[in-house]
C-alpha cells in the first residue's frame, strides 16, 4: 500500500546532539512535503514543506530538510538540538491528485524526540 | 495568524452517545479535515471537506458524519460513540490543497466510557 513512512518512532538525544529523523513514501509522481511539530501540549504546527524548487529547504528554529526525489525521502536535520526541541514530529505528503480531483495529506506515525538537558 | 479552534479539549462521554465536535477558522480557507491522533498510529483522516456541503471520505469514516453548512465550521459527529472511539481528534484547515500547508487545532481529547 502507498504510505508514508518514518522509521525512528522513538529518538533519545543530549543537548547539541545532531538530529536526523528518516522520512520516506511511495508515491510517484510530483509530490508536496511538509514536517511537522508539536510540542507537549500544543498544537500541531508546520516547520517546513517543499514542492518545488531547491531540495534543500530550511524552515524554522534551525531545521532544515533534504528532498531526494530517487530515494523518496525527505529527510529532517537539525545540526545541534536543544532540550526545547523535546517533541513529536511528522512527516506528512501530499501525493499526486486522485481520481476524485482532490488531495489528501497522508502523514507519517510520528517521531518522539527527547532531548536530555 | 490563522486561528482553528476546536469546541472542547477534553469530553468525556458514554457509550451509545451522540458525540458532536466542533471546529472553526478564521481565515476564509477552502478546505477542512478531522484527524484522529492515537499514540504510535500517527494521524488518520477521518473526513474532509473541500467546499461548503461538500465533503469527502478519509480513510477511517466508519462510525462517523460530518456537517459543513458554513465555510468556517466543520462538524465531526459520532452517530453512537463505542469505547474504540476514544482518541484525540485534531481538526486542521488549508487555504486550499496541495502545496498548501494545513493549520491544526488544539485538539479534543475525547474518552468514551
Known amino acids: 500500500a502507498q504510505s508514508v513512512s518514518q522509521h525512528n518512532h522513538h529518538v533519545i538525544l543530549s543537548e547539541a546532539a545532531s538530529l536526523e529523523l528518516g522520512c520516506n513514501y511511495s508515491?510517484?509522481?510530483?509530490?508536496?512535503l511538509f514536517w511537522y511539530v508539536q510540542y507537549p501540549g500544543q498544537h500541531l504546527q508546520l516547520l517546513l514543506k517543499?514542492?518545488?524548487?531547491?531540495?534543500l529547504v530550511k524552515g524554522i528554529k534551525g531545521f532544515e530538510a533534504e528532498f531526494i526525489k530517487s530515494k523518496f525521502s525527505f529527510n529532517l536535520r537539525k545540526p545541534s538540538v536543544q532540550w526545547s526541541d523535546t517533541a513529536e514530529y511528522f512527516c506528512?505528503?501530499?501525493?499526486?491528485?486522485?481520481?476524485?480531483?482532490?488531495?489528501?495529506?497522508?502523514f507519517g506515525t510520528g517521531t518522539r524526540l527527547k532531548v536530555l538537558a | 495568524d490563522v486561528k482553528v479552534t476546536q469546541s472542547s479539549r477534553y469530553l468525556v462521554k458514554r457509550t451509545g452517545e451522540k458525540v458532536f465536535l466542533e471546529c472553526v477558522q478564521d481565515?476564509?480557507?477552502?478546505?477542512m479535515f478531522w484527524y484522529r491522533q492515537d499514540p504510535g498510529l500517527g494521524l488518520r483522516l477521518i473526513y474532509f471537506?473541500?467546499?461548503?456541503?461538500?465533503?469527502e471520505k478519509g480513510d477511517i469514516p466508519e462510525g462517523y458524519s460530518v456537517s459543513r453548512e458554513k465555510k468556517e465550521r466543520f462538524s465531526l459527529i459520532l452517530e453512537s460513540a463505542s469505547t474504540n472511539q476514544t482518541s484525540m481528534y485534531l481538526c486542521?484547515?488549508?487555504?486550499?490543497?496541495?502545496?498548501?500547508?494545513?493549520?491544526f487545532g488544539p485538539g479534543t481529547r475525547l474518552t468514551v466510557t
Open positions: 481565515m476564509d480557507h477552502e478546505n
Open positions: 517543499y514542492f518545488s524548487g531547491d531540495p
Open positions: 508515491y510517484g509522481g510530483t509530490v508536496n
Open positions: 506528512a505528503v501530499t501525493p499526486p491528485v486522485d481520481t476524485s480531483g482532490t488531495y489528501k495529506y497522508i
Open positions: 471537506s473541500y467546499d461548503v456541503k461538500m465533503k
Open positions: 486542521a484547515s488549508s487555504l486550499l490543497s496541495g502545496k498548501y500547508e494545513q493549520y
